[in-house]
Nanobody, 112 residues
Framework: QVQLVESGGGLVQAGGSLRLSCAAA????????MAWYRQAPGKQRELVAHITRGGRTNYADSVKGRFTISRDNAKNTVFLQMNSLKPEDTAVYYC??????WGQGTQVTVSS
């Protein structure tokens, strides 16, 4: 069993920055892919960014150039640095590990 705990969400003005963290605990040996998803009210959950254990990344088109995903394999932690935030980035952000494991989510609200 893998537990994922997110932190770092909050309220920020448009143009501002936030950094999300997600710490994995439990049966973390062998975790490969980690990712951030988000879900805005009334919308489907969508992939924001994805990173493999080796550091290969990919991003949703809507966040390319603004968000950066990174990870610390020794600490089983993944980060999402979010810059130049826009009101449309407002959502609950979820951490994911190897597709099947989910965190509880952290709210990000960007005011205009």
């Amino acid at each position: 069993q893998v537990q994922l705990v997110e932190s770092g969400g909050g309220l920020v003005q448009a143009g501002g920055s936030l950094r999300l963290s997600c710490a994995a605990a439990g049966s973390t040996f062998g975790i490969d892919a980690m990712a951030w998803y988000r879900q805005a009210p009334g919308k489907q959950r969508e992939l924001v960014a994805h990173i493999t254990r080796g550091g290969r990344t990919n991003y949703a088109d809507s966040v390319k150039g603004r968000f950066t995903i990174s990870r610390d394999n020794a600490k089983n932690t993944v980060f999402l640095q979010m810059n130049s935030l826009k009101p449309e980035d407002t959502a609950v952000y979820y951490c994911n590990a190897d597709v099947m494991h989910w965190g509880q989510g952290t709210q990000v609200t960007v005011s205009s």
